[in-house]
């Protein structure tokens, strides 16, 4: 199988740091990728992880590991513009992107 | 900042009418998408085109969808006799590459069928 799970919703204040697990199935995986969606908005790509380790790109950093099949998005200094659904989505050996079941942030003052 | 363009932003059809969603890819992009995505759901993929031709689909692409690139920048997906569960809404998007190479999305077209 393909699937990816997500934690259905998260919340935090303002200022904190929040982090959103994703566990996938191993079947044909390349890479994990993370986008973020404003309600009504379009997907945004923030970041992919293909090898272990950590990625930073300014306030957000993303993990995998896959001997764990399992990534994370680290988002740091919250503010209340994080406020949207993060979604996982893994890269098999085709090109096409499967996406998590979703993570809504609720970031509160 | 170049970006994935699509019209109309909303679709108002008759249950079994045609309906075409216009899609302008980033124009150095090679690797084109269509997403759809039920209210409140996840993404799911439809279909990837490369080269002019279909390069994968889902299963939720049958018979009655189709896409085509008619000329250097228009990228379409047409569903032929639309049915009550295409309401959703419908993600274009196009890529520079594959592997590493980020999948930007247009804005989308909602899709509600009456």
């Known amino acids: 199988g393909q699937s990816l799970e997500q934690p259905s919703e998260v919340t935090a204040v303002e200022g904190a740091i929040v982090q959103i697990n994703c566990t996938y199935q191993?079947?044909?995986?390349?890479?994990l990728s993370w986008y973020q969606q404003h309600d009504g908005g379009a997907p945004t790509f923030l970041s992919y992880n293909a090898l272990d380790g950590l990625e930073e790109t300014g306030r957000f950093s993303s993990f995998l590991s896959r001997s764990d099949s399992y990534g994370y998005l680290l988002l740091q200094e919250l503010q209340m513009k994080d406020s949207a659904s993060y979604f996982c989505?893994?890269?098999?050996?085709?090109?096409?992107?499967?996406f998590g079941t979703g993570t809504r942030l609720q970031v509160f003052p | 900042e170049p970006e994935v363009t699509q019209t109309p932003s909303h679709q108002v059809t008759q249950m079994g009418q045609e309906v075409i969603l216009r899609c302008v890819p980033i124009s150095n992009h090679l690797y084109f998408y269509w997403y759809r995505q039920i209210l409140g759901q996840k993404v799911e993929f439809l279909v990837s085109?490369?080269?002019?031709?279909?390069?994968?689909k889902s299963e939720i692409f049958d018979d009655q969808f189709s896409v085509e690139r008619p000329d250097g920048s228009n990228f379409t997906l047409k569903i032929r006799s639309t049915k009550l569960e295409d309401s959703a809404m419908y993600f274009c998007?196009?890529?520079?590459?594959?592997?590493?190479?980020?999948?930007?999305f247009g804005d989308g077209t909602r899709l509600s069928i009456l």
């Open positions: 191993t079947s044909g995986f390349y890479g």
């Open positions: 998007a196009s890529s520079s590459g594959t592997g590493h190479q980020p999948q930007h």
């Open positions: 085109f490369y080269n002019n031709e279909i390069s994968e």
């Open positions: 989505a893994r890269r098999g050996n085709t090109d096409k992107l499967i």
